[in-house]
Each structure stands twice: as structure tokens, then as C-alpha cells.
């Protein structure tokens, strides 16, 4: 389809196509539509709504300078790329400068090696004691504290209620008490 259009140089409308595609290039009638819109949407053929019609063109100019961007694109990539493996190879060069496997350099492995299982033990045996650390100490303090608050404002809560109901009700506390699940030694915490 792309021939007829750099062949004849000229601007379509949908029927044009649906008339010359089969007979000189052997398009089934059925597709020439889903052929012409892919390659619209695939930036191959232009297309522009005037008034009524839609109209369809592509060049043989457009498709040379879309070939040479995306060559240009490509080639941009390519010296991209040859420049990261350039500049990584340097880089392993550089690091593996004075890494050469010695003996200094094995015992120096095994100490290293042997002061980070001293730290992970370390820092277990430190996870253990964190219980004493008076940052933490002073931390449930505090929610303790703030757990103390909440629990004297519900105590506040229920005696209102039982203030309440026995003004209102006329109960006694040992009823009340039952009646509710409140054991009898209920009080304010100290």
C-alpha cells in the first residue's frame, strides 16, 4: 500500500484507496481499510479531516527522514553504549589494581572475615540486653504512663455510669455490680 502512495505522489480520500489498492496491488477490498489505519497509526501515512472527508498521503521524503532519524537514534545508542562498556572496563581495571589474590591479601580476607562474625555475635548479645537500655527503659515509661491515663479515664467512665443509672434506676452498687460483670474490689489504679 505504501507503494501507491510514494508511486503516485498524491493525496487520497478512504474510497480512492478502497478503489486502487486491490486493483493494482492486490489488496483484498476487505482490509484495505485496517491496512490504511495501521499505517496511520504507526506514523507510516498521514491523515487530516477536512469538512466532510478524510484525506490520506505519505512521501517518499517523510519515510527517508524517518528511516534517517531513527538510524541517527540508533547509531546515537550504539557510541552510547560502546562508551558505559568503555568506562566500565576501566573501572574493573582500576578496582581490580591491587586486588591481586597474595597471601597478605587472603589473611586480610580471613580477618575481615572473622570481625564481621564477631560484630553479627556482637550485636546479638547487644539485641539482648536492649530490655536495659535507658532509652528504651524511659520509652515504656512513658506509654506506661499513657496506659495508666486511659485506664483511669474508662474507670472515670464507669463510675459516672453507675452514678447515672443508680440516680436514674434507684440500683444498688452490689446489683449494678452484677448486673454488668463488675467485680466488686473495681478501683483506681495506683
Known amino acids: 500500500m505504501m507503494e501507491i502512495f ?11 484507496i478502497e478503489k486502487i489498492a486491490p486493483k493494482q496491488k492486490g489488496i483484498t477490498p476487505m482490509s484495505v481499510k485496517d491496512v490504511l489505519q495501521s499505517l496511520v497509526d504507526d506514523n507510516m501515512v498521514d491523515s487530516e479531516r477536512v469538512g466532510t472527508s478524510n484525506y490520506y498521503w505519505a512521501f517518499p521524503s517523510k519515510a527517508l527522514h524517518a528511516r534517517k532519524n531513527k538510524l541517527e537514534g540508533l547509531e546515537n545508542q550504539i557510541s552510547e553504549a560502546k562508551q558505559r562498556k568503555a568506562s566500565v572496563q576501566k573501572a574493573v581495571e582500576k578496582a581490580k589494581v591491587g586486588r591481586q589474590d597474595t597471601k597478605e591479601r587472603g589473611s586480610l580476607l580471613k ?5 564481621r562474625e564477631e560484630r553479627t555475635q556482637l550485636q546479638a548479645e547487644l539485641e539482648k540486653y536492649r530490655e536495659c537500655d535507658p532509652e528504651v527503659v524511659e520509652e515504656m515509661r512513658k506509654s506506661n504512663g499513657v ?19 443508680k440516680k436514674k434506676f434507684n440500683f444498688d452498687d452490689s446489683r449494678m455490680n452484677k448486673a454488668f460483670g463488675i467485680p466488686e474490689d473495681f478501683d483506681y489504679m495506683e
Open 147 to 165: 496506659a495508666k491515663d486511659a485506664v483511669s479515664r474508662w474507670t472515670d467512665n464507669v463510675f459516672a455510669i453507675k452514678s447515672w443509672t
Open 111 to 115: 580477618e575481615l572475615q572473622a570481625l
Open 6 to 16: 510514494f508511486e503516485t505522489k498524491d493525496v487520497f480520500q478512504l474510497k480512492d
